[in-house]
């Protein structure tokens, strides 16, 4: 008579070790995926806000509006203006149209550079890489604004755009177009 054996063989042990093994490289895959997801769509919702940005700052100072387009792509790091017409110190300031377009022009590229937030000296809020273009035909505007994203795509964007074609294929694009009345 054979005696009867009880308890797990290391052959069992093993198994259910590899089983484990192949759970948690899924789970730490599907975290990673979900971070990178997670990454693109802020720097998706920064540039939808940065453009909506420009579009105010345009609306409010629409008697200039044509000039808002220089013809050339924004990348940041422009010098501040002669005059700041920073509403927000609490002094009253005065500014002509120009004035104001200046000042809005450089607020904007300090805020999609990443200025906006800063950790000591390093400016850690922006989009990466970010390029923005400005096209004003009439009362038609169109806002692009184009940054680098985490993996290459097939780069099949429903619009044709050259802002921000230095990226390749790791280039994201928001586009925003509208009409604003001429004051």
């Known amino acids: 008579m054979k005696k009867r054996r009880e ?39 920064q540039a939808a806000y940065f453009a909506n940005d420009i579009l105010n700052r345009m609306k409010l100072n629409n008697t200039v509006l044509n000039n808002y387009d220089d013809g050339s792509p924004y990348s940041g790091g422009g010098s501040a203006p002669a005059k700041s017409c920073d509403v927000a110190l609490g002094a009253t300031v005065t500014c002509t149209a120009a004035e104001t377009l200046a000042w809005d022009l450089y607020q904007w590229q300090e805020l999609f550079t990443g200025a906006a937030e800063a950790v000591g000296s390093q400016n850690v809020g922006g989009l990466d890489s970010a390029t923005a273009c400005l096209n004003v035909n009439g009362s038609n505007v169109t806002i692009v604004m184009a940054w680098r994203g985490i993996q290459e795509t097939a780069g099949t964007a429903y619009e044709t755009t050259d802002c921000g074609s230095s990226l390749g294929k790791r280039r994201r694009v928001f586009i925003l177009k509208t009409v604003i009345n001429q004051g």
């Open 7 to 45: 308890g797990f063989s290391l052959i069992e042990v093993m198994v259910a070790l590899v089983i484990l093994v192949i759970g948690l490289i899924g789970i730490f895959n599907l975290h990673i995926v979900a971070k990178r997801a997670s990454f693109e769509s802020f720097q998706q919702t």
